[in-house]
């Protein structure tokens, strides 16, 4: 998949392209549905498919509306890398990350169409989803790409209301289990595990001085979503490739002492070596407990034996 960061820089694909827009930020099922039809209808047509989406998310540079107080925190499934690459996966061709701005956000749907559509990108068919707005205040709809279609030259498919919210998924509602810890049902809505990748760095080396060594992860996109703060099974990722199954704390470590800043420890399972400055890439695939202040270190080593069993069973195949 070819990533173009400047719409300045796309290939024009002379009407030939196959295009869905977006957010897309989790690429959830909801998400597959429409790029799995973007797939075909480029199968059939013989042109390539273009994803364009926005960064940083429009949310953060507008707002929220009033209606929605609980989105001015918002937190992001996928840092845009992550994002790309789960869009590789499904056959994506090109990739159009447009800067968006206030003054992209000013544009009128008939700015965006010509611009965006036609003139930068050159496409020729779109596949979109059945609540999709486009242009100044949202004023561009499928309706309205309907009624012009002839004008601008393009074919456009809407996915049926009914096939989307038959998934019973959003970004928010995967967002929301992911607060609240419920992995398992972020999973679901996702369809894959949910991920998190940081950059291994030095702690207070307390682990290792109890007999369970963390690497203690730095995220370096203050926007990336952590869940809630508990024990989880992991899998972990190494810069090499290599895969490891893991547990991993999210909290402020109560039995050590008090009024300490929130860390993300991992302890991978039967492995040792030196990860320092090297990026760890984790999976989330269940959780085990809530964080828990305990009484003294020995009663905590007692527990993350326990934890580590607990993630074994879970990871077994994982």
């Known amino acids: 998949m070819q990533v173009v960061r400047d719409p300045a820089q796309f290939p024009h694909l002379q009407g030939k392209a196959v295009v869905t827009s977006g957010t897309f930020d989790g690429v959830h099922l909801g998400h597959q549905k429409i790029l799995r039809r973007l797939r075909e209808v480029a199968e059939q047509s013989g042109g390539p498919t273009v994803v364009i989406t926005y960064w940083p998310h429009p949310r953060l540079v507008l707002g929220p509306p009033p209606s929605h107080p609980e989105l001015l925190a918002l937190r992001l499934l996928n ?55 486009f242009g100044k205040n949202r004023e561009g709809s499928f309706e309205y790409l309907s009624a012009h279609a002839d004008r601008y030259g393009l074919s456009v498919e809407e996915i049926p209301r009914e096939d989307v919210d038959a998934v019973g998924v959003s970004s928010t509602r995967i967002r929301r289990a992911l607060e609240s810890g419920d992995i398992l049902t972020a999973s679901r809505y996702l369809g894959y595990p949910y991920q998190l990748t940081g950059t291994v760095t030095q702690g207070q080396q307390l682990g290792r001085t109890i007999g369970w060594p963390t690497a203690n992860l730095r995220v370096e996109e203050p926007l990336k979503l952590i869940p809630a703060r508990g024990v989880y099974a992991v899998m972990a990722t190494t810069a090499e490739g290599s895969h490891h199954e893991a547990m991993l704390n999210i909290g402020v ?66």
């Open 79 to 133: 840092t845009l890398e992550e994002k790309a690459a789960k869009l590789a996966e499904f056959g994506v061709d090109y990739l159009l990350v447009v800067p968006f701005t206030k003054e992209f956000s000013a544009r009128t749907s008939e700015e965006y169409i010509q611009n965006i559509l036609l003139d930068t990108v050159g496409a020729g068919k779109l596949v979109i989803g059945y609540d999709h707005r």
């Open 253 to 318: 470590r109560p039995t050590v002492g008090g009024d300490l800043a929130e860390t993300i420890e991992a302890h991978l399972l039967d492995f040792s070596g030196d990860l320092y400055g090297q990026p760890l890439t984790l999976q989330f695939i269940a959780r085990l407990r809530d964080e828990q202040k305990f009484n003294g270190l020995d009663a905590l080593k007692a527990q993350l034996a326990l934890d580590a069993d607990a993630a074994r069973q879970h990871l077994v195949g994982g």
